[in-house]
């Protein structure tokens, strides 16, 4: 079945350092990619997508990459900062294209 | 706040019990989403709808079962539950479904406790 790998589970960080955060997904059909991020007791809410038609999109601090060949994507935040701490979800649409199929999500902290 | 809303915030239960969910949003959207959140399975989609009508069932258990009278409104209806069952349920809303790059609105979920 369609699945979606996220690595790491868990990333460590000291403020101002880049983090970056990958995900594979099994289905070459897929061509939408969002990241949602969730904050400790807080639902999960958008901060990026990406759609198949490009390789790079960036947002200030945050940026995806997209590699179709290879079935890849990537988020990077650059200069963290401890608002920043949260975790972190990829997805991307299942095969038959009625839902996202997330990722098992990156807990990333950021100490000051 | 994204204008979709959760019923009840807490909700403790117990294996006999039957009890219900609410979600409810206010965007106008046309498809809805439950999801279960467990530390084992962070985001498990468990039933799509859209316009009413439900496109996907994740091989979710018949102890959940889900209604949608119109595009505003999505319940789970719980019954004779198991203690694997307690999970923080989230309901979701987007415009559309499909393959329509549209972004989900989430709402605050409810705490589920069975015992």
């Known amino acids: 079945g369609e699945n979606v790998e996220q690595h790491p589970s868990t990333l460590s960080v000291q403020e101002g350092d880049s983090a970056v955060i990958k995900c594979t997904y099994s289905?070459?059909?897929?061509?939408?990619f969002p990241w949602y991020k969730q904050e400790l007791g807080k639902r999960p809410q958008l901060i990026i997508d990406?759609?198949?038609?490009?390789g790079e999109k960036k947002d200030q601090r945050i940026a995806v990459t997209l590699n179709k060949t290879a079935k890849h994507f990537s988020l990077h935040i650059t200069e963290t900062q401890p608002e920043d701490s949260a975790v972190y979800f990829c997805a991307a649409h299942n095969q038959a294209g009625t839902a996202l199929i997330f990722g098992k999500g990156t807990t990333l902290s950021v100490s000051s | 706040e994204t204008g979709v809303t959760q019923t009840p915030r807490h909700l403790v239960m117990g294996m006999t019990n039957k009890k219900s969910l609410k979600c409810e949003q206010h965007?106008?959207?046309?498809?809805m989403y439950w999801y279960k959140q467990s530390a084992k399975k962070p985001l498990e989609l468990m039933f799509v709808y859209s316009l009413e009508e439900r496109v996907e069932n994740n091989s979710v258990p018949s102890r959940f079962s889900p209604e949608c009278p119109n595009s505003s409104h999505l319940f789970l209806h719980l019954h004779t539950l198991q203690p694997e069952d307690s999970a923080l349920y989230l309901c979701?809303?987007?415009?559309?479904?499909?393959?329509?790059?549209?972004?989900?609105?989430f709402g605050p979920g409810t705490r589920l406790t069975v015992l």
């Open positions: 979701a809303s987007s415009q559309d479904q499909g393959f329509s790059y549209n972004e989900q609105f």
């Open positions: 990406i759609r198949s038609n490009v």
């Open positions: 289905d070459s059909a897929s061509n939408y």
């Open positions: 965007l106008g959207h046309n498809a």
